[in-house]
């Protein structure tokens, strides 16, 4: 059973940065697609960045230029480096991994984490 556990959420004043973390274990997940996405309270869950096996990248327009995605594959880990953050980006950020190639929608996607919640005060 696949489990992905995420980590290094946190409150962090406007233009800080924090960088998060996600581990999975159960399964070796090199060949899938691994991505973040997250929930603003009374909002639905939104896609916000991916990364395939090989490393090519895509992000939502909001986070462009700010965030950056990586993986290590030695250690089945995906990393989020969250720059200059806005109070907009306040909300639950949850890891997941999927076997469709760069996949933005949350139904492609076999995995999930629990969330780390990111608050960012003005």
């Known amino acids: 059973q696949v489990q992905l556990v995420e980590s290094g959420g946190g409150l962090v004043q406007a233009g800080g940065s924090l960088r998060l973390s996600c581990v999975a274990s159960?399964?070796?997940?090199?060949?899938?697609?691994r991505a973040w996405f997250r929930q603003a309270p009374g909002k639905e869950r939104e896609f916000v960045t991916a990364i395939s096996w090989g490393g090519t990248t895509t992000y939502a327009d909001s986070v462009k230029g700010r965030f950056t995605i990586s993986r290590d594959n030695a250690k089945n880990t995906v990393y989020l480096q969250m720059n200059s953050l806005k109070p907009e980006d306040t909300a639950v950020y949850y890891c997941?991994?999927?076997?469709?190639?760069?996949?933005?929608?949350?139904?492609?996607?076999?995995?999930w984490g629990q969330g780390t919640q990111v608050t960012v005060s003005s």
């Open positions: 159960g399964r070796t997940l090199t060949s899938y697609t």
């Open positions: 997941a991994a999927s076997s469709v190639p760069l996949a933005t929608t949350q139904r492609a996607y076999n995995y």
